[in-house]
């Protein structure tokens, strides 16, 4: 079956950085674009960043443009989420979501900015 699972995340100062993970299986992976998306406490899950499936172009939701870099690897089945210059507001449950008539996500990995 279609299996996401996260990895990387922690404990993280300001301007910190973290790279999280995203290996993938039970579906053909270079078919397919991939996101990411956080849910910040309290806060309704929300899109942080695309790649697709071919040219590997990517998209990023404003807060995060400059400072995240999402990449994949077919070799690997796996997509990256590269964070820089954190900031406390990017606390967060981060998930990894292959798009589609029927998403399919991981379970998440926790993300504090905290000093």
């Known amino acids: 079956q279609v299996q996401l699972v996260e990895s990387g995340g922690g404990l993280v100062q300001p301007g910190g950085s973290l790279k999280l993970s995203c290996v993938t299986s039970?579906?053909?992976?270079?078919?397919?674009?991939m996101s990411w998306y956080r849910q910040r406490p309290g806060k309704e899950r929300e899109y942080v960043a695309t790649?697709?499936?071919?040219?590997?172009?990517?998209y990023y939701t404003n807060s995060v443009k400059g400072r995240f870099t999402i990449s994949r690897d077919n070799a690997q089945n796996t997509v990256y989420l590269d964070m820089n210059r954190l900031k406390s507001e990017d606390t967060a449950v981060y998930f990894c979501q292959r798009p589609g008539p029927e998403p399919a996500w991981g379970q998440g990995t926790q993300v504090t900015v905290s000093s």
């Open positions: 039970g579906f053909v992976f270079r078919d397919y674009g």
């Open positions: 790649i697709t499936r071919s040219n590997g172009h990517t």
